[in-house]
């Protein structure tokens, strides 16, 4: 059974600070490795999928890796700034098509 | 598009009710899933739809719990009879996988469910 952890589970940074998000996950066997930032209150937004040929992806001032071999991810992102505070969750997909595996995100704070 | 809509975005019943939540797909999506979350175990699959069928309900805690897809704009996911353990935040979300594969999910805002 795929299992999907996410360290740190809380993060507060100052304004403008890198950061790195990470996650890690039991089963190597994936098909793709998701992104997701969910806002207090609201519903996940995708931020970045990478399929499973593919080493990374980068979307303005966030990138994320994958090392399929060692079922690890980073999400860095750059210059973080108070409008990033969100939970990031990644999620990978295995076995049955199109079934997520949800790790229980990272709380990120981004302070002025 | 107006993205995936749910409703009721918050529903507060009595054990042993029933609850009815709704939802709409993003118009030409062809897979929606049913997710549910709580403090204690994260974000769960519930069951998946591909061009209106289940795929997958392997989520589903028990048979109080029933989906349907009746056509590609709208699906539902009811409880009978409710249980205050089945307090959580219901997404439903939605994609139009490539090749086989999934494809980004969209999600919709949730339903929060308190059941007392």
């Known amino acids: 059974k795929q299992e999907v952890t996410q360290i740190p589970a809380a993060l507060s940074v100052p304004e403008g600070e890198n950061l790195v998000l990470n996650c890690s996950f039991t089963?190597?066997?994936?098909?793709?490795l998701q992104w997701f930032r969910q806002d207090p209150g609201k519903g996940l937004t995708s931020l970045l999928l990478?399929?499973?040929?593919?080493r990374e992806q980068t979307s303005g001032r966030l990138n994320a890796s994958l090392d399929k071999s060692s079922g690890r991810s980073t999400l860095y992102i750059a210059a973080s700034q108070p409008g990033d505070s969100a939970t990031y969750l990644c999620?990978?997909?295995?076995?049955?098509?199109?079934?997520?595996?949800f790790g229980t995100g990272t709380r990120l704070q981004v302070t002025l | 598009d107006a993205g995936v809509i749910q409703s009721p975005r918050h529903e507060v019943t009595e054990m042993g009710q029933e609850v009815t939540l709704r939802c709409k797909p993003i118009?030409?999506?062809?897979?929606l899933f049913w997710y549910r979350q709580t403090m204690m175990r994260g974000l769960e699959l519930l069951i998946y739809?591909?061009?209106?069928?289940?795929?997958?309900d392997s989520g589903m805690p028990e048979d109080r719990f029933s989906a349907k897809m009746p056509n590609a704009s709208f699906s539902t996911l009811k409880i009978q009879p409710s249980e205050p353990r089945d307090s959580a935040v219901y997404f439903c979300?939605?994609?139009?996988?490539?090749?086989?594969?999934?494809?980004?999910?969209?999600f919709g805002p949730g339903t929060r469910l308190t059941v007392l």
């Open positions: 118009s030409g999506h062809n897979s």
């Open positions: 089963d190597s066997a994936i098909y793709n």
């Open positions: 739809f591909n061009n209106n069928v289940p795929i997958d």
């Open positions: 990478i399929q499973s040929s593919q």
């Open positions: 999620a990978v997909e295995t076995g049955t098509a199109s079934k997520l595996t």
């Open positions: 979300a939605s994609s139009l996988p490539t090749s086989g594969r999934t494809d980004t999910q969209y």
